[in-house]
Nanobody
């Protein structure tokens, strides 16, 4: 039972990447999936969430309008457009069933992917 994150890389400012978070040993249907990121020298921060069930989505203000989160039964995605240097970080996916008020709290998640590095630079 694990999550694996893929899709990071080096991209120029204004470019796009699509991250994938693949589930092994379980399906994502009944889980909320969130994406977090951690830049060098900074704390890990919440980026986006897609809730189980109705699949309602939430985003931190800095990525609204640029990032889109989605998921199917086996994979969650984070489409990142118009990337900026400040988006550079290791991106992690996490699964859980947090209440809405807790989605930004990394301690409520059951398991995490290993992280994938995104570098935005010219």
């Amino acid at each position: 039972v694990q999550l694996q994150a893929f899709g990071g890389g080096l991209v120029e400012p204004g470019g796009a990447l699509k991250l994938a978070c693949v589930a092994s040993g379980f399906t994502l249907d009944s889980y909320t999936i969130s994406w977090f990121r951690q830049a060098p020298g900074k704390e890990r921060e919440w980026v986006s969430t897609i809730r189980h069930g109705a699949k309602v989505t939430y985003y931190t203000d800095s990525v609204k309008g640029r990032f889109t989160v989605s998921k199917d039964s086996h994979t969650a995605y984070l489409q990142m457009n118009n990337l900026k240097p400040e988006d550079s970080a290791i991106y992690y996916c996490a699964r859980g069933r947090p209440i809405l008020s807790a989605i930004r709290n990394e301690n409520v998640y059951y398991s995490w992917g290993q992280g994938t590095l995104v570098t935005v630079s010219s």
